[in-house]
């Protein structure tokens, strides 16, 4: 018979501890069939985990048709796999300070910005994965669980959302090295 302090609801949230403890591994990270299927010269350059305090956010690779900073110049895909459930506004609020930080001071841009960004970042729940495809000087679109979930038409915002994670001046040098495969760890 099992110890009554593992039954029920504790045996239950004990699994669930150790599953969020443990996260998804990055090789789990895919690219959407649909985007793999129009860019069928995208390779995998690099991945890695993000993790604040010690808990694990998700983790993220980047495909594209070149390695390192050339990744960047031309149409390359960034997807998140992440750990745990983060709401559509949430995603928005932190884009939005991840841009401001990284010098965009214009309020009211941010504020168009934010419904744009909105309207193309669902909620997530742990397991999800959002994809993004960048097409510098044209805009991005994006994908959730596969599915088509937005685009940007603004290729100055486009520019500024991925800069969050492939800008020199990124809040995670060390993810962002091993995003564009300059890293142990990145591929």
Same mark, same amino acid.
């Given at each position: 018979m099992a110890s009554p302090r593992w039954s029920g609801g504790v045996c239950r949230a004990g699994i669930l501890a150790l599953c969020l403890a443990v996260g998804f591994p990055a090789f789990a990270v895919v690219l959407p069939p649909s985007v793999a299927a129009q860019h069928p010269e995208f390779d995998r350059v690099g991945g890695g985990e993000m993790r604040w305090l010690g808990f694990k956010l998700y983790d993220a690779a980047l495909w594209a048709s070149a390695r390192g900073e050339a990744a960047m110049g031309d149409a390359h895909v960034l997807s998140i796999r992440y750990a745990r459930a983060i709401s559509s506004e949430r995603l928005v609020s932190v884009s939005l300070d991840e841009i401001r930080r990284l010098g965009v001071s =214009?309020?009211?841009?941010?504020?168009?910005w934010g419904e744009a960004l909105a309207a193309a970042l669902p909620s997530v729940e742990a397991g999800d994965t959002l994809a993004a495809l960048h097409r510098p000087g044209e805009?991005?679109?994006?994908w959730h669980q596969g599915e088509p979930s937005g685009e940007i038409l603004d290729p100055e915002l486009a520019r500024a959302f991925?800069?969050?994670w492939l800008d020199p001046r990124t809040r995670e040098p060390e993810l962002r090295a091993q995003l564009l495969g300059l890293a =142990?760890?990145?591929r």
């Amino acid at each position: 018979m099992a110890s009554p302090r593992w039954s029920g609801g504790v045996c239950r949230a004990g699994i669930l501890a150790l599953c969020l403890a443990v996260g998804f591994p990055a090789f789990a990270v895919v690219l959407p069939p649909s985007v793999a299927a129009q860019h069928p010269e995208f390779d995998r350059v690099g991945g890695g985990e993000m993790r604040w305090l010690g808990f694990k956010l998700y983790d993220a690779a980047l495909w594209a048709s070149a390695r390192g900073e050339a990744a960047m110049g031309d149409a390359h895909v960034l997807s998140i796999r992440y750990a745990r459930a983060i709401s559509s506004e949430r995603l928005v609020s932190v884009s939005l300070d991840e841009i401001r930080r990284l010098g965009v001071s =214009d309020e009211a841009r941010l504020a168009r910005w934010g419904e744009a960004l909105a309207a193309a970042l669902p909620s997530v729940e742990a397991g999800d994965t959002l994809a993004a495809l960048h097409r510098p000087g044209e805009g991005a679109r994006f994908w959730h669980q596969g599915e088509p979930s937005g685009e940007i038409l603004d290729p100055e915002l486009a520019r500024a959302f991925f800069a969050i994670w492939l800008d020199p001046r990124t809040r995670e040098p060390e993810l962002r090295a091993q995003l564009l495969g300059l890293a =142990d760890g990145g591929r």
